[in-house]
């Protein structure tokens, strides 16, 4: 044989063998994480107190008081460094008033129907309006009705699509009602939206959300209805095709507010300037406690440091936790971080945000090219164990698009998503639909796979393609 070849040979396997000595070491470290979290269910915890401030809506007191308590968690954790930044933050408010009722039936007389103004909505004239309903479930079903919507209140009645299995699927084939669905109404007319919670549920509570409008589009007020309330006005137009409805809020746009992206760390030891960052958004709507979204990302953030620190974990690479502020309403917190002036030193590799509930992980999703992601199922044996190895293609997070834009690779926790949108933007979001096991093995899962990537760092192919332009 040849010498070189030997060598070769030689190399591999002591490679492998490092290799296979480098897993073992991660996987026992996965196991000290996961038994310290399922013992002490520390991110239940932090959520709990968390939620006491109530709805954490961008720009009020309650949110202040959610930026208090987060700070204060974090430093008694005994981080390296926690700090606050500073973003400015819109400042929309529901008002009080906030009401909806089918008027003058002739089968089925007056009922009230369970609305909620959508995020950003003006609000309806004094006396609010009193119209006639066009029920439509896409945007070409209206553009066919044109003009014939003037002076009425569009319906956007499309469901979720129950097909799905991922409901974030059936979500995004349902949300332009919601986002967009204002203006295309103004574009024929009409004088007010009503739109179909995204929910999966049939039952009375409004789900609100985001909505937009457009520079040289007239502005119209809109709202959600609940899926029960939007199941009986469906049926009531089918008996009554000129069926009315009266719908009154108040909601009004305020100054922009000062608040904080709450921020804490492990500094690396070898390389304190790259960064793996771990994220969520403090934020939550304002008719809700937020549990759920995001308030499970929120605690999963700090346990898994808390996890970390307290393991005396310390990568080469900097652990960084972030907590975003009001992703909801414009996503203020991670435009203000991705574009300060403090990151100029910095590197960030990887972002991982957790946002779709705390519910049972089962993996993460890249949102990168194939060979990206292709290069970290590589981790999947550290997760396997737990069942929660699916490591595969998606969306990461909304608070980290602006650093993905800038080259950081996107990474999102991902639970079981079929309880979601049950609670989703409403007043179901609460405390008891969590389960502390589940919610904390997100947070193990967190922790583990920040821990591996800071002490890895990427390799040369994805740190020359994607992050050094
Ligand atoms: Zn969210």
Known sequence: MQYWFVSLLACLVIFSAAQS???????????????????????????EKLLEVGPRFAGTPEK????????????????????????????????????????????????????AALGGSIATPQEGITAPVVEVHSFEELEELGDSVEGKI????????????????????AVNQRSRGAIEAAKYGAIGVLVRSLTLRIDDYPHTGGMRYEDGIPQIPAASISTKGAE????????????????????????SVETYNVIGEITGTEYPDEIILIGAHLDSWDITPGAHDDG??????????????????????????????????????????????????????????????????????????????????????????????????????????????????????????QRYFDVHHSAKDTLETVNPRELELGAVAMALFAYVLAEDGLPR?????????
Do not use: C
């Open 64 to 115: 202040a008081a959610a930026v208090e308590i987060t700070y204060q968690m974090l430093k008694d954790i005994g981080l390296d460094k926690v700090w606050l930044e500073p973003v400015t933050v819109p400042r929309w408010v529901r008002g009080d008033v906030e009401e909806a009722k089918i008027v003058g039936s002739q089968r089925i007389g007056d009922e009230i129907l369970s609305i």
């Open 232 to 255: 009986l006005l469906s049926e009531s137009l089918e008996f009554e095709n000129d069926l009315h409805v009266y719908m009154r809020f108040t909601p009004e746009m305020r100054d």
């Open 296 to 417: 499970a990302g929120v605690a999963q953030v700090i346990q898994g440091l808390k996890l970390l620190h307290e393991l005396d974990l310390r990568p080469k690479r900097t652990v960084r936790g972030v907590l975003f502020a009001n992703e909801e309403f414009g996503i203020s917190g991670g435009f203000a971080y991705a574009e300060s002036a403090e990151r100029d030193n910095e590197e960030h590799l990887i972002a991982i945000e957790s946002d779709r509930g705390g519910f049972l992980p089962l993996g993460f999703t890249v949102d990168n090219e194939d060979q990206v992601v292709e290069y970290f199922q590589r981790y999947t044996y550290l997760f396997e164990p737990y069942g929660m190895h699916q490591i595969i293609q998606g969306f990461g997070g909304v608070d980290i698009i602006p650093l993905r834009e800038q080259g950081t690779i996107a990474i999102g926790l991902l639970p079981d998503s």
């Open 461 to 469: 192919f994805i740190h020359e393609e994607y992050l050094s332009n």
């Open 154 to 173: 569009v319906f956007f009645n499309r469901p979720m699509d129950r097909r799905h299995l991922n409901t974030f699927a059936a979500y995004s084939g």
């Open 21 to 47: 000595q480098q897993n073992e070491e991660y996987l026992e470290i996965g196991e000290k994480i996961l038994h310290k979290g399922l013992v002490e269910e520390g991110a239940y915890t932090f959520l």
